[in-house]
């Protein structure tokens, strides 16, 4: 029996040892486990915050998916010949603002640049700067669901979706989600609104992004001006338009998706003589059937190059000032 007792004991020792040598492996030692706590304590959130944001997204996409939530910036027919979109239904637009406010989801900031991307997106159907053709696709956006910057969300999109990346910015969290699809991941800026987390920015909804978009599919075309006149500006003609009752019409002579000339010319639809038919007593006066000036499209204004500058300086001390100037804005910024 003592032989068995002093075989049995060394495996008992070694087994023992072992399981102890094996222990101090999984455990950190005590300064790679204060290096852990000090990492922990400095990251910008707490994982609290992380599971707070992973159920405020997915609310998100809950609320998205019911009551046509995923709809936005409904176009308005006004009958049912027309074949272009008179504006956004901002019947429609007021009700989402307060669908969106009434969810608990978003921060006021948020609500306000939606109602900022909407308003833009209005001004330029109603003042002809941005055609949005009956039956086609939108022209502004980037042709896919902004609340998800795809085509179609998988079925089982809630249950795989995951946030990552999680960051600091500007008192609030910037992250982004995926669903393991492979496709890009999307970002989000979610801020506290008292204790809740609130989400403050989506990028679908950038309006940076839609306002870059619209502008370069207005181009050159469609109403500028400055306080005096605006400009009409369509693909062939150029139409200076002094008020209701007074519109003189010149032909332009495209250059660029950026630049065009104004041809001279006096074709009018006007009760008054505006006063171009003066010459001032000078040599260089505008010729018809000429190049007047160059228009050009830069940082979203439209700049004017006149090439009989002293008439118009002339022109602008004795007839009518602040028609002939240099920087023209689009209608809906005067």
Avoid at 37 to 51: G, H, V
Avoid at 285 to 291: F, M, R
Wanted: proline residues 3%.
């Amino acid at each position: 029996m003592k032989l068995k007792f002093y075989w049995l004991a060394p495996i008992v020792f070694i087994t023992l040892f072992s399981c102890n040598e094996q222990d101090k492996t999984k455990r950190p030692a005590g300064d790679q486990l204060d290096t852990i706590i000090a990492l922990k304590k400095s990251l910008p959130y707490t994982e609290q915050d992380s599971i707070a944001l992973l159920q405020l997204t997915k609310k998100l996409y809950e609320w998205n998916e019911t009551d046509n939530n995923d709809d936005f910036f409904s176009p308005l027919q006004r009958t049912e010949t027309d074949t272009v979109y008179a504006g956004l239904d901002m019947n429609f637009h007021k009700q989402k603002l307060g669908e969106m406010r009434s969810s608990g989801l978003f921060t006021e900031g948020f609500i306000k640049n939606y109602n900022k991307i909407a308003l833009l997106i209005d001004n330029g159907m109603r003042d002809g700067s941005l055609k949005w053709n009956i039956g086609e696709m939108p022209p502004f956006g980037n042709g896919a669901n902004p609340w998800c910057n795809c085509q179609d969300q998988r079925d089982d999109f809630l249950s795989k979706l995951y946030i990552m990346h999680l960051q600091a910015d500007n008192g609030g969290l910037f992250y982004n989600w995926a669903d393991g699809s492979g496709g890009t991941p999307y970002n989000i800026k979610a801020l506290k609104e008292g204790k809740q987390w609130k989400i403050n920015y989506m990028e679908g909804f950038d309006y940076n992004s839609f306002e870059r978009k619209i502008e370069e599919g207005k181009g050159l075309t469609g109403k500028w001006g400055n306080e005096m006149v605006v400009l009409n500006i369509g693909v062939t003609t150029l139409a200076f338009e002094y008020h209701g009752q007074c519109v003189y019409f010149y032909p332009l002579k495209k250059i660029s998706n950026t630049e065009f000339e104004m041809i001279w010319a006096r074709d009018m639809d006007c009760k008054f003589d505006n006063g171009t038919k003066e010459t001032f007593g000078i040599k260089e006066t505008p010729q018809l059937g000429k190049p007047f000036a160059k228009f050009t499209l830069k940082n979203k204004t439209l700049h004017a190059e006149y090439y009989y500058k002293e008439w118009v300086r002339k022109y602008s001390e004795q007839v009518l000032s602040g028609v002939f100037s240099e920087n023209y804005k689009r209608n809906n910024q005067l």
